[in-house]
């Protein structure tokens, strides 16, 4: 038999191999299936719906652009025509992406009015969305400004105030993200690969047949890595506000003391994927099937309101998705600690699903 004829042989067996293991299975069918649907039907960047909010001195201006916003199936209209100032506050509160603020100008009813520019004010704190959000408000603006007019007036103008974020800076979305994103694949991949290593080794059932509860034995193995996620995320943290100005306005104590429970629901996970898996490299397998997902629908890489509503549903699922959001509104909103540990409430309950199915699989395992 020729050396090309034994190479074959052994290549055929190898594929017969792996086509009878889970492991191929995920790779060649799970994983790229779940990609193709999640860009193909989940991330659509150019479909944003914009929130919007319209506050005017005259009535009859507001109306104007809310007929001329109205057409468009990309904008949603918050609270209809309001008072002089409230738009801004809207934006501020976080009900509109959006606010304008139109004023009064000289007319035959009020020939002494001061001419003024119209404010567009913009929640600036996620530079992507914005960078779609002016084309399309400056649009409408004009629109609705032609139709009062009934021709193509210039009118008083506009300007543009970008709030949180007033240069539009990439860096200053993509970080607050970024800490987030280190902590959960650095604790979901400690949490898989070192207990299933040690499982492999015989040490951890070694260590349950001690006179200890699992839930005991797991919470002990799990702290010093929660203590280095909260660190790890603590040290990102840092290096954002020295190194590239994040403003770092609000509660970033709080954001701190939300890591370690952030931290401790992907481990948690991991062990629960270790437990279910037969080797280190099925469980790495599973760690990359929840992160991806989790990078994609969470907004860390692509805005979280240009997602479809079944897609946004599915991303709130995800502790990242709320941790990015109170990290942004800490560093750049200035949100408060009260703010802040509103988003505690999804994670620790990630955390309770993630510990009942880690301790299912382990208890499954004993048996």
């Known amino acids: 038999m ?59 201006d507001a109306r104007t652009l809310i007929d001329a916003l109205g057409k468009r199936g990309d904008i949603v209209l918050v609270g209809g025509a309001r008072r002089s100032g409230e738009a801004e506050a809207a934006v501020r509160r976080g009900e509109a992406l959006i606010g304008v603020e139109l004023y009064e100008q000289p007319s035959f009813a009020n020939p002494t009015a001061h001419p003024r520019a119209a404010r567009i004010v913009i929640d600036a704190s996620n ?61 979901i991949m400690l949490g898989t690969l070192s207990l299933a290593r040690e499982r492999e080794g015989g040490t951890w059932e070694a260590l349950l047949a001690l006179p200890i509860a699992p839930a005991e034995a797991l919470a002990g193995k799990l702290l010093p890595y929660v203590v280095i996620g909260t660190l790890q995320g603590a040290l990102v943290l840092t290096a954002g506000v020295w190194l590239f100005d994040l403003p770092a306005r609000g509660a970033v104590g709080a954001l701190i003391a939300l890591l370690p429970l952030f931290a401790a629901a992907h481990l948690v996970l991991g062990y629960a994927i270790s437990a279910r898996a037969a080797t280190q490299l099925a469980a790495l397998q599973g760690a990359v099937a929840f992160y991806l997902p989790a990078m994609l629908l969470s907004g860390f890489l692509y805005p979280f309101e240009t997602l479809p509503g079944w897609a946004q549903a599915l991303g709130d699922i995800f502790p990242l998705t709320h941790f990015i959001q109170a990290a942004r509104g800490v560093l750049l909103k200035g949100d408060d600690a009260l703010t802040v540990f509103s988003h505690a409430g999804p994670i620790a309950l990630f955390l309770a699903g993630a510990l009942a199915l880690a301790l299912a699989a382990q208890a499954k395992r004993l048996d």
């Not at 889970?22 to 944003?48: D, E, K, N």
């Not at 400056?138 to 543009?160: C, F, H």
Request: net charge positive; charged share 15%; glycine share 4%.
């Open 2 to 60: 020729g050396a090309g004829r034994r190479i074959a042989a052994v290549a055929w067996i190898e594929l017969v191999r792996l086509t009878r293991t889970r492991i191929a299975l995920t790779l060649l069918l799970l994983v790229p299936a779940m990609q193709v649907l999640l860009f193909g039907y989940a991330i659509r960047p150019a479909a944003a719906t914009l929130t919007v909010a319209i506050a005017a001195e005259a009535p009859a």
């Open 127 to 187: 530079a992507t969305l914005v960078a779609a959000a002016v084309p399309t408000i400056e649009s409408a603006y004009w629109q609705s400004l032609a139709q009062r007019n009934d021709v193509a007036d210039t009118g008083p103008g506009y300007k543009i105030e970008r709030f949180y974020n007033a240069d539009a800076r990439a860096d200053w979305t993509f970080l607050p993200a970024l800490i987030g994103v280190t902590v959960m694949i650095a604790m």
